[in-house]
């Protein structure tokens, strides 16, 4: 191992440490670091002188914003989208592990935590946010729904706040991290170093409670009254038409906000979100995901969304259907359809 290396390992004390390596990129993940992870986690888990997991990220901007959306965009234009398929199958199985994983997963979630990012840390035993995290899930800005157990996540907080922050990908601080079930505790950054530290000497239980802090106060809060209302209704058309006449200025900007973002991508994140609720186990829903994911490799506006945002920076996709109204129903449901031999099956613990 090198410090090039995308993915740093290193064991001290009791305890085993990830760091992703990737700072140019906000530790961007690639199949590669997924892999990495992987095997490092079964290494540990075999290993009796590792008793915690700590992930991290390098530089000073984040955890990781995701997965590498440029490696996919790239991919999809020129191979078809089955290298993207491959990673997503194994990213996946890999937010299962940390889901279920047997010794405490501590995740450092300093900065940016999005997209691939929250699911190599949400789904953690020990969630720890900072006064500079940013976590979000904002696939729709990209013609993508959300995954990684993201909408998973998402269907589990309060009332209709996970529906908000999926369908927007709003970013939230740590107070409404901890609001919306995505964090356990705050730690200010300036003291992970030294938790870190700690961990190597004694068991998370007794490191936790020297530095964990109330939180700043957040804004969710505050909103619950139109969040939950509006986002009540049945269709993204009449989310939108809620928000509008709400007359909270604060609505009428996430109604603006969605309009913009790809129509196809609102509707089946929405179906997306709702399911989840019901399917249950992450595995499950970490299935209909993968579904989803595929279905959006051959969609036109995911690869629109990438390039409008991260490519060409221009920042005006065009979207394919261009309006709410032109996305069917039969359009959504063809995101759910089965795969067939290509399924992702995973075992509920």
Request: proline fraction near 6%.
């Amino acid at each position: 191992m090198t410090d090039n290396d995308p993915v740093l390992l290193r064991t001290e004390g009791r305890a085993g440490y990830l760091t992703l390596n990737r700072p140019r990129a906000i530790n961007a993940l690639n199949h590669p670091m997924v892999t990495r992870i992987a095997e490092a986690l079964t290494a540990w888990e075999r290993d009796p002188a590792v008793g915690t997991v700590v992930i991290s990220g390098a530089g000073e901007r984040g955890l990781c914003a995701g997965g590498d959306i440029r490696l996919i965009h790239e991919e999809v234009r020129t191979g078809g989208g089955d290298a993207s398929l491959a990673f997503w199958r194994d990213e996946y199985r890999l937010n299962a592990r940390i889901a279920r994983y047997p010794k405490p997963y501590v995740a450092l979630m300093d900065g940016i935590v999005m997209g691939g990012g929250v699911g190599v840390s949400a789904h953690g035993g020990i969630r720890i946010v900072t006064e500079r995290s940013r976590v979000a899930m904002p696939e729709t800005g990209i013609g993508f729904v959300p995954d990684v157990g993201g909408t998973y996540l998402l269907g589990r907080a309060p009332g209709e706040l996970g529906t908000h922050l999926a369908l927007t990908g709003a970013p939230v601080g740590a107070a409404d991290a901890l609001l919306c079930g995505l964090a356990d505790h705050f730690v200010p950054s300036d003291l992970l170093p030294v938790l870190g530290k700690d961990l190597a000497m004694a068991p998370v239980t007794d490191v936790l409670p020297r530095y964990a802090r109330e939180a700043p106060a957040g804004e969710l809060d505050g909103h619950r009254e139109w969040i939950d209302h509006c986002y009540a209704a049945d269709t993204v058309e009449e989310i939108v038409d809620r928000l509008l006449a709400s007359g909270e200025p604060a609505a009428k900007e996430t109604a603006e906000s969605l309009l913009a973002k790809s129509p196809t991508a609102l509707k089946v994140t929405l179906t997306a979100v709702r399911r989840a609720r019901r399917l249950g186990s992450l595995e499950r829903v970490l299935e209909h995901e993968f579904r989803v994911s595929a279905a959006a490799l051959s969609c036109p506006d995911l690869v629109e969304g990438i390039r409008a945002q991260v490519i060409d920076k221009d920042r005006a996709p065009r979207w394919s259907p261009a309006a709410l109204a032109e996305v069917t129903e039969q359009d959504v449901a063809r995101f759910f359809a089965p795969l067939g031999d290509r399924e992702l099956r995973l075992a509920c613990a």
